[in-house]
C-alpha cells in the first residue's frame, strides 16, 4: 500500500518568502507528525496533530510556523518570512495510534537562500 | 540533560563483528521504545520496537532496561549493509497536555568495514 507522501521533495526559496510543505499520510492513521532535522541531528519534533487538530505544537519554533490538518488526513506545514536557520529537512511521518510506530515520509529538502 | 541520548560514534567495526548500541532516556515514565535506521539522505526507517520481555529479529535483538532507564541494540555477524545511523526512539508522556510525544536521539553511525 502506499506510505506517507511529502511534497516538494525539494524546495529552494529565497530569504523572506512563504513556503507551503505538503503532508499526506497513510490511509486511516489517525496521529500525524512534523518533524525537522538538520545535518548531523536526530529529528526534532514540530507538531502532532490527532485527527484535525493539534495535540501539540510545542515544537513549532515561533510564530512564522503553523500547521494545519483540516480534513484528519492531508496536512500542510506553513512557514512565513523564511529565514536561512530555516533550511533543514522536513519530515513527516503518521501513526495508526499515538504510541504505535512512526512511518516517514521521504521528507521535503527546504534551502533558504 | 537531554531526554534521549546516544553516543554519535562513529563505530567502525570489521564484517562479522558483533556491535551493541545504547540510548538512555530521562523520563520514567516513558511507554515505548524504538530503533530505526537512517540512511544517508533518507528519512528514518522502523528497524524493530523494543519490548519489556527484549526481542530478537534475525541478526538484531533490542533490550529495555527500565530500572537503568536505556535501551539497546546489539547486531550480530555486521554486514557492510548494515551501514547506516541508527535513531533511538522514546514515546514519552508530556504532562503539560496530557499527551505522549516520540523524541528521537542524534544517533548513532555505524561504518561497517571490508
Known amino acids: 500500500g502506499a506510505g506517507v507522501s511529502q511534497t516538494p521533495s525539494n524546495k529552494v526559496t529565497e530569504k523572506g518568502k512563504y513556503v507551503e510543505l505538503r503532508c499526506d499520510p497513510i490511509s486511516g492513521h489517525t496521529a500525524l507528525y512534523w518533524y525537522r532535522q538538520s545535518l548531523g541531528q536526530g529529528p526534532e519534533f514540530l507538531i502532532y496533530?490527532?485527527?484535525?487538530?493539534?495535540?501539540?505544537d510545542s515544537g513549532l519554533p515561533n510564530d512564522r510556523f503553523f500547521a494545519v490538518r483540516p480534513e484528519g488526513s492531508v496536512s500542510t506545514l506553513k512557514i512565513q518570512r523564511t529565514e536561512r536557520g530555516d533550511s533543514a529537512v522536513y519530515l513527516c511521518?503518521?501513526?495508526?495510534?499515538?504510541?504505535?510506530?512512526?512511518?516517514f515520509g521521504n521528507g521535503t529538502r527546504l534551502t533558504v537562500t | 540533560r537531554k531526554e534521549v541520548e546516544q553516543d554519535p560514534g562513529p563505530f567502525n567495526v570489521p564484517e562479522g563483528a558483533t556491535v551493541a548500541f545504547n540510548c538512555t532516556y530521562s523520563n520514567s515514565a516513558s511507554q515505548s521504545f524504538f530503533w530505526y535506521r537512517q540512511d544517508c539522505r533518507k528519512e528514518p526507517k522502523l528497524l524493530m520496537s523494543v519490548y519489556s520481555s527484549g526481542n530478537e529479529d534475525g541478526r538484531f535483538t533490542a533490550q529495555l532496561n527500565r530500572a537503568s532507564q536505556y535501551i539497546s541494540l546489539l547486531i550480530r555477524d555486521s554486514k557492510l549493509s548494515d551501514s547506516a545511523t541508527y535513531l533511538c526512539v522514546v514515546n514519552a508522556p508530556l504532562f503539560t497536555s496530557g499527551t505522549y510525544k516520540y523524541i528521537f536521539g542524534t544517533g548513532t553511525r555505524l561504518k561497517v568495514l571490508a
Open positions: 511521518a503518521s501513526s495508526l495510534i499515538a504510541g504505535s510506530p512512526l512511518h
Open positions: 496533530f490527532q485527527g484535525t487538530g493539534a495535540a501539540d
